[in-house]
């Protein structure tokens, strides 16, 4: 019986010629990755133990970007444990303040994780990294602590389901309408502790920032990992970023999938997931008029420079409603950069949008944008589980970076292309 | 073979964000994190859960965040077992990973209601329903997962671990 893209890569760095689905394995790991939230608790583990060096160093990377710039006192200590252990291990791959960004599209980025790698991540969107072709999955933090002793992790072998994905994309719908559309699909443990597989000549037509952006919400639906094959644009994408060449793993002809889903891209509409799941996907025509308080863009979902163009696109000498709150967060100072150089942070300003510095705050309540009870924000994160923004009475609404410019035009949840008025320029 | 505790039931997908919500995560404390402990969900969880106590759920318990505050919490306030219909795949290997055992039995569910007073044998895979005199049974614990919690989880595991 064949193997899975996913299955091929773990029986690999298990050292397997062949793994079933449900197997219990130790793979090597090429990445351990840790936050400002979790890595503490993995240090404190660590530092039990009698080991005085991790594993590699070169292949740990500890980013503070969940409550950074420091929110407060206590915030303060785990950044600051997490950068004196950072020093006296000698990691190569910490990023303080000003070279950091929300480590989901950061690691990418600065080239740490290629196709074909095992990574592991103290935090639930590291299935992110699928879009490269790699195997990576969320652990704990206790995983990690473990990963950064022996540099393997334990894993159940995921039996997998397939989606085909054919056509292309309409105007003004993007990568975050995909996941949605699929969570509403199958619901938020429809892919548990299996692999969401994307195959199809419709990837061919999604830009890396759409892959990334749907490998990112695999978890939401309950998936171990999400991954996509490797073509040319990821190649180009890894070769412009990355310093290793990194492995093409295919799935086998006869690979087995619990079930196959086709998706048509062309048929897929705008879709919001209402509160207070991921799963409660709408479109356009399904609900009334709903009144938005606060809009956020960014985060490891859609915090990278394709998303913010596409909301600039909309934004651009307009007015944000009267009374309602614009927050853009470009996910690292990369982005940020090439934002401000191509006028794109201009256009949010000009707008009445206040842009952060990178930092994953408002998205999980943390700071920068939190919610008051009975408030209603409009988001392009990847939660909208109670109090996810902050008060337990308060709501999310997720959607592309697309419709929330829209909506912080209109004020309330609104359709890009009503707005752009058919203009598809 | 735990002992007799009181059960803690709740619905669906109960997330890590109510389990333990976002604004305490700047503490790694365990007493701090235990006594916020289900507090967007059941306020009153944390003053009322003793030792022994059992949480009961149903789909997809544990769903979100990669937070090892959420099993560590629940750890923490001293419950032996965690019952769920099903479990999201994060919060599982945490709880195997911190020494929480915790099982899949839908028909537990159905049959215990909260208040009820349960035993637990993990090894057999048995839940007996002390109130209603009833037993469930389920999935022995993986060999593999059971020599984790038996060795107090993954950390102490690797302590014996000579590379595999
Ligand atoms: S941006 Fe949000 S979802 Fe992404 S890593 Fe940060 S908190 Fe998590």
Same mark, same amino acid.
């Given at each position: 019986?064949?193997?899975?893209?996913?299955?091929?890569?773990?029986?690999?760095?298990?050292?397997?010629?062949?793994?079933?689905?449900?197997?219990?394995?130790?793979?090597?790991?090429?990445?351990?990755?840790?936050?400002?939230?979790?890595?503490?608790?993995?240090?404190?583990?660590?530092?039990?133990?009698?080991?005085?060096?991790?594993?590699?160093?070169?292949?740990?990377?500890?980013?503070?970007?969940?409550?950074?710039?420091?929110?407060?006192?206590?915030?303060?200590?785990?950044?600051?444990?997490?950068?004196?252990?950072?020093?006296?291990?000698?990691?190569?791959?910490?990023?303080?303040?000003?070279?950091?960004?929300?480590?989901?599209?950061?690691?990418?980025?600065?080239?740490?994780?290629?196709?074909?790698?095992?990574?592991?991540?103290?935090?639930?969107?590291?299935?992110?990294?699928?879009?490269?072709?790699?195997?990576?999955?969320?652990?704990?933090?206790?995983?990690?602590?473990?990963?950064?002793?022996?540099?393997?992790?334990?894993?159940?072998?995921?039996?997998?389901?397939?989606?085909?994905?054919?056509?292309?994309?309409?105007?003004?719908?993007?990568?975050?309408?995909?996941?949605?559309?699929?969570?509403?699909?199958?619901?938020?443990?429809?892919?548990?502790?299996?692999?969401?597989?994307?195959?199809?000549?419709?990837?061919?037509?999604?830009?890396?920032?759409?892959?990334?952006?749907?490998?990112?919400?695999?978890?939401?639906?309950?998936?171990?990992?999400?991954?996509?094959?490797?073509?040319?644009?990821?190649?180009?994408?890894?070769?412009?970023?990355?310093?290793?060449?990194?492995?093409?793993?295919?799935?086998?002809?006869?690979?087995?999938?619990?079930?196959? $889903?086709?998706? &048509? %891209?062309?048929?897929? /509409?705008?879709?919001? *997931?209402?509160?207070?799941?991921?799963?409660? +996907? @709408?479109?356009?025509?399904?609900?009334?008029?709903?009144?938005?308080?606060?809009?956020?863009?960014?985060?490891?979902?859609?915090?990278?420079?394709?998303?913010?163009?596409?909301?600039?696109?909309?934004?651009?000498?307009?007015?944000?409603?009267?009374?309602?709150?614009?927050?853009?967060?470009?996910?690292?100072?990369?982005?940020?950069?090439?934002?401000?150089?191509?006028?794109?942070?201009?256009?949010?300003?000009?707008?009445?949008?206040?842009?952060?510095?990178?930092?994953?705050?408002?998205?999980?309540?943390? $700071?920068?944008? &939190? %919610?008051?009870?009975? /408030?209603?924000?409009? *988001?392009?994160?990847?939660?909208?589980?109670? +109090? @996810?923004?902050?008060?337990?009475?308060?709501?999310?609404?997720?959607?592309?970076?697309?419709?929330?410019?829209?909506?912080?035009?209109?004020?309330?949840?609104?359709?890009?292309?009503?707005?752009?008025?058919?203009?598809?320029? | 073979?735990?002992?007799?505790?009181?059960?803690?039931?709740?619905?669906?997908?109960?997330?890590?964000?109510?389990?333990?919500?976002?604004?305490?995560?700047?503490?790694?404390?365990?007493?701090?994190?235990?006594?916020?402990?289900?507090?967007?969900?059941?306020?009153?969880?944390?003053?009322?859960?003793?030792?022994?106590?059992?949480?009961?759920?149903?789909?997809?318990?544990?769903?979100?965040?990669?937070?090892?505050?959420?099993?560590?919490?629940?750890?923490?306030?001293?419950?032996?077992?965690?019952?769920?219909?099903?479990?999201?795949?994060?919060?599982?290997?945490?709880?195997?990973?911190?020494?929480?055992?915790?099982?899949?039995?839908?028909?537990?569910?159905?049959?215990?209601?909260?208040?009820?007073?349960?035993?637990?044998?993990?090894?057999?895979?048995?839940?007996?329903?002390?109130?209603?005199?009833?037993?469930?049974?389920?999935?022995?614990?993986?060999?593999?997962?059971?020599?984790?919690?038996?060795?107090?989880?993954?950390?102490?595991?690797?302590?014996?671990?000579?590379?595999?």
């Amino acid at each position: 019986m064949g193997m899975t893209m996913t299955q091929k890569i773990l029986a690999a760095h298990a050292g397997l010629e062949a793994v079933t689905a449900g197997q219990l394995i130790w793979a090597d790991l090429d990445m351990v990755l840790g936050n400002d939230i979790t890595a503490p608790v993995a240090i404190e583990a660590f530092e039990k133990t009698r080991h005085k060096e991790v594993f590699d160093r070169d292949k740990i990377a500890l980013v503070p970007d969940h409550f950074t710039p420091n929110k407060d006192i206590k915030a303060a200590e785990n950044s600051l444990k997490l950068r004196n252990f950072a020093r006296q291990q000698a990691i190569t791959n910490y990023f303080e303040l000003g070279e950091m960004g929300i480590e989901h599209a950061l690691l990418p980025e600065k080239g740490l994780v290629v196709a074909g790698d095992v990574v592991i991540g103290a935090d639930s969107h590291t299935c992110t990294y699928g879009a490269l072709g790699a195997f990576s999955t969320g652990i704990g933090s206790t995983d990690m602590a473990a990963g950064m002793v022996t540099g393997k992790c334990w894993f159940r072998v995921p039996s997998a389901l397939r989606f085909n994905l054919t056509g292309r994309l309409k105007d003004f719908v993007s990568g975050k309408d995909v996941i949605l559309h699929i969570i509403k699909l199958i619901g938020v443990e429809g892919a548990r502790y299996q692999s969401m597989e994307f195959t199809g000549e419709g990837i061919g037509n999604l830009s890396m920032d759409d892959r990334f952006t749907i490998a990112n919400m695999a978890i939401e639906a309950g998936a171990k990992n999400g991954i996509f094959p490797v073509d040319g644009l990821t190649r180009a994408y890894i070769r412009d970023h990355g310093s290793r060449a990194g492995k093409v793993y295919e799935a086998d002809g006869d690979a087995l999938y619990e079930a196959v $889903h086709e998706i &048509v %891209l062309d048929d897929i /509409e705008p879709t919001i *997931a209402f509160p207070h799941l991921p799963d409660k +996907g @709408r479109v356009f025509g399904e609900f009334g008029e709903i009144a938005i308080d606060q809009v956020v863009i960014g985060s490891c979902t859609n915090g990278r420079l394709g998303d913010l163009r596409a909301a600039a696109r909309i934004l651009k000498g307009r007015k944000i409603a009267r009374g309602l709150r614009l927050i853009v967060f470009p996910a690292t100072q990369k982005i940020y950069l090439d934002a401000m150089k191509e006028g794109l942070l201009e256009i949010f300003i000009e707008a009445g949008a206040v842009v952060s510095t990178p930092t994953c705050g408002p998205c999980l309540g943390g $700071h920068m944008g &939190v %919610l008051a009870k009975g /408030e209603r924000a409009l *988001a392009t994160t990847n939660r909208n589980f109670v +109090g @996810r923004m902050g008060h337990p009475e308060s709501e999310v609404y997720l959607a592309s970076p697309e419709v929330a410019a829209a909506t912080a035009l209109a004020g309330v949840i609104a359709d890009p292309r009503k707005i752009m008025g058919g203009s598809h320029e | 073979m735990n002992k007799a505790g009181r059960v803690f039931k709740y619905g669906d997908n109960v997330d890590t964000d109510v389990i333990i919500p976002a604004r305490y995560l700047n503490t790694t404390d365990h007493k701090e994190l235990a006594s916020h402990c289900m507090e967007d969900l059941d306020e009153s969880f944390a003053r009322e859960v003793a030792p022994g106590d059992y949480i009961l759920a149903g789909s997809n318990f544990g769903s979100g965040s990669s937070r090892e505050h959420a099993p560590i919490a629940i750890k923490e306030s001293g419950v032996a077992v965690v019952i769920a219909r099903s479990f999201a795949r994060i919060f599982y290997r945490n709880a195997i990973n911190i020494g929480l055992p915790i099982m899949e039995c839908p028909e537990a569910y159905e049959g215990i209601e909260a208040e009820d007073r349960i035993r637990v044998d993990l090894t057999q895979g048995t839940i007996t329903n002390l109130t209603k005199g009833e037993v469930y049974q389920t999935h022995p614990f993986p060999e593999f997962m059971q020599a984790l919690i038996e060795a107090g989880g993954l950390m102490a595991y690797i302590k014996t671990w000579e590379g595999k």
